[in-house]
């Protein structure tokens, strides 16, 4: 167990809507990473945030957006959304300042999201 | 820009024989490479990381890489598979340009049979 914990594990939406996935950081860790993991792919960066400021985007849409609380838990928002949203979102915290070139970062187990 | 080539999509050995998953890396800088794990319905694991220091890299569970800049490789060994190893490895890199990312590729399956 990393300590890094998502919710809800799973969840179904249809297109168009919306949804809010959540990360809860490992203690002490202030810059969380989020990822995109379709079937059969490795994991995408979508953004990262570092002390509540996001300092790194990946190629992904305006309708993916993100937050970062004090607490340095971490919100994926995703707006209208589409099928090829379906996929494993995973968040991952790492103790840094904003350079992580050689710190680990932890994953959480994911958020299984299915569009229908 | 970095990217990162996983040679074999599948992988399947017997128990008790060595172990091989390649990859291969482009990068712009200075590269730190990774190996992670997933295992079925579990999170990410990191298995050892490379960041500049000794070329041969020894991990978790009796994994170790060698880092090889002239064939820009990092390919993941073991000597003998465990019924436990079987899961699906990511080779990963990441740059540092003042906000680092990871750079995963496609993932090698690798099946361990009896």
């Known amino acids: ?116 | 820009a970095q990217s990162v080539t996983q040679l074999d999509s599948h992988v399947s050995v017997s128990e008790g024989t060595p172990v091989l998953l390649r990859c291969n890396y482009s990068s712009s800088y200075s590269p730190s490479l990774f190996w992670y794990v997933q295992h079925p319905n579990k999170g990410l694991q990191l298995l050892l990381k490379y960041t500049s220091a000794a070329t041969l890299v020894k991990g978790i569970n009796g994994f170790e890489a060698e880092f090889k800049k002239s064939e820009t490789s990092f390919h993941l060994t073991k000597p003998s598979a465990h019924m436990s190893d079987a899961a699906e490895y990511f080779c990963v890199v990441t740059s540092d340009r003042g906000y680092s990312t990871l750079t995963f590729g496609k993932g090698t399956m690798l099946l361990v049979s009896p």
């Open chain 1, 1 to 116: 167990e990393t300590g890094v914990t998502q919710s809800p594990t799973h969840l179904i939406k249809t297109r168009g809507q919306q949804v809010t996935l959540r990360c809860s950081s490992q203690s002490g860790h202030n810059t969380v990473s989020w990822y995109q993991q379709a079937l059969g792919q490795g994991p995408q960066f979508i953004f990262q945030y570092y002390r509540e400021e996001e300092n790194g985007r990946g190629n992904f849409p305006p309708r993916f957006s993100g937050l970062q609380f004090p607490n340095y838990s971490s919100e994926l928002n995703v707006n209208a959304l589409e099928l090829d949203d379906s996929a494993l979102y995973l968040c991952a915290s790492v103790s840094g300042t904003g350079s992580i070139r050689s710190n680990e970062q932890f994953f959480g187990p994911g958020t299984r999201l299915t569009v229908l």
